[in-house]
């Protein structure tokens, strides 16, 4: 029997945007909306309408339109790619399709598209801060998804990092192992000076904002501002650890005991019946789908 089989795990009937998404995979709409734009982007590279502006032109990211109002531009750069590269797509959409597909499956199709959303904007306000900053030439421009992409990469070597890839699809290698090369060889070419036409911050941007949510497990799509300054300005409660009979009455306060696997399986499953499974945070959702891959194996 699969944990998805245990009946307080079975999901209450009822409306809920977590809810809504099934079906919705978010990878594949991201692939797909950069593919068909990539497409335009050569249909339409010439200008668009009555104008010479191309329609890369209107979506990629330049700081100065930024400061005249044009925000949408800190997301959609991540959306379009230089159609004069063609390996900059295809390199962005392979990472995204091999590392996205199984970090949606732990998050949630509606987290996996928040998080992947709110990296490419921490990245492009970094580019747009180092541009003002000097760090590159008058009208320095940025586009692609790499800063998304390494942030969706980054997340994946925190939890599986002893993956084995094939680096340059020929050379096995754990994936940790291969994180830490591209990162520190986009620090290098950022700090020498070195990196031509790559926005290395971009990628060292998504970087961080991978590991940060990584360490203190953000959940993005549930985000409540006026929760979360309640938390810091209210009362500072006084955690204890209650024994015997009287742990089981706190499973849903946050306090974390050091359970077996089962002890676990089962708090996280009573929190589902409860609060539903929005209320994971990103490790008990890679937990959870662990121990599902572990059960169906003992089974075959």
């Excluded at 994936?175 to 070195?194: E, K, P, R, Y």
């Excluded at 031509?196 to 990584?214: R, S, T």
């Excluded at 050091?258 to 499953?269: A, P, T, V, Y």
């Amino acid at each position: 029997m699969s944990i998805y089989d245990r009946n307080y795990y079975q999901e209450e009937e009822g409306f809920s945007f977590h809810g809504f998404s099934k079906g919705f995979n978010a990878c594949k709409w991201i692939i797909g909306i950069c593919v068909a734009l990539f497409v335009l982007q050569i249909l339409f590279r010439n200008g668009v309408g009555k104008t010479e502006r191309s329609l890369t032109d209107y979506l990629i990211l330049e700081p100065q339109l930024i400061l005249q109002g044009e925000v949408w531009r800190l997301i959609s750069y991540g959306f379009i790619h230089s159609v004069s590269e063609p390996f900059h797509i295809i390199f962005n959409m392979l990472m995204l399709w091999w590392f996205g597909r199984e970090i949606e499956e732990c998050l949630q199709p509606i987290e996996f598209l928040t998080f992947y959303l709110v990296s490419i904007v921490f990245g492009g306000l970094i580019f747009v801060g180092c541009s003002f900053l000097g760090l590159h030439g008058r009208g320095a421009v940025c586009l692609g998804a790499s800063g998304g992409v390494t942030a969706v990469m980054v997340l994946y070597a925190c939890w599986f990092p002893r993956r084995t890839v094939l680096f340059m699809f020929v050379i096995p290698m754990q994936v940790w192992l291969l994180t830490i090369i591209l990162i520190a060889v986009d620090a290098l070419n950022l700090f020498s000076g070195s990196q031509k036409n790559i926005a290395g911050e971009v990628h060292l941007a998504g970087a961080a904002f991978g590991l940060a949510y990584y360490k203190f497990s953000w959940t993005l799509s549930s985000f409540n501002p006026l929760k979360l300054w309640k938390q810091w300005t209210g009362p500072r409660l006084k955690i204890y650890k209650p024994s015997g009979d009287t742990r089981n009455q706190v499973l849903e306060s946050g306090i974390n005991f050091e359970f077996n696997e089962n002890e676990k399986l089962d708090e996280i499953l009573k929190k589902i019946s409860v609060f539903g499974k929005e209320s994971l945070t990103a490790q008990e959702n890679e937990f959870l789908i662990r121990t599902s891959q572990a059960m169906r194996k003992k089974r075959t």
